[in-house]
């Protein structure tokens, strides 16, 4: 907390109403200018964290398609439905 030591001189009241008036809405405008600086930058973290999200998301579904490698393709057994082929092969 800032501590503001005034000495009063030959002011008038009104002015020394004025100065603190003016005072008071330049400290708050500073404390409101923090709290926006505060909000943009927990803003642009949890979009970081989001976009970590999704590039560990893909990474892991990329891993999981390319696991399923084989050296020669595939032959399907026609005249049987495609889920059940494709069931067979993936022994569920």
Same mark, same amino acid.
């Given at each position: 907390?800032?501590? @503001?030591? @005034?000495i009063?001189? *030959? &002011?008038?009241?009104? *002015? #020394?109403?004025k100065? +603190?008036?003016?005072?008071?809405?330049?400290?708050? +405008?500073a $404390?409101?200018?923090?709290? &926006?600086?505060? !909000?943009? /930058?927990?803003?642009? #973290? /949890?979009?970081?964290? =989001?976009?970590?999200?999704?590039?560990?998301a893909?990474?892991?579904?990329? /891993?999981? %398609?390319?696991?399923? $490698? =084989?050296?020669?393709? $595939? %032959? $399907?057994? @026609?005249? %049987?439905?495609? !889920?059940?082929?494709l069931?067979?092969?993936?022994?569920i």
């Open positions: 907390m800032e501590v @503001i030591a @005034i009063v001189v *030959g &002011l008038p009241v009104w *002015g #020394l109403t100065f +603190l008036a003016v005072l008071a809405k330049k400290r708050k +405008l $404390y409101l200018n923090e709290q &926006l600086s505060r !909000n943009a /930058q927990e803003r642009d #973290l /949890q979009e970081q964290l =989001q976009e970590q999200l999704l590039r560990s893909e990474d892991l579904r990329v /891993q999981r %398609r390319d696991a399923d $490698y =084989q050296l020669e393709p $595939y %032959r $399907y057994q @026609i005249g %049987r439905h495609a !889920n059940e082929t069931a067979l092969r993936y022994g």
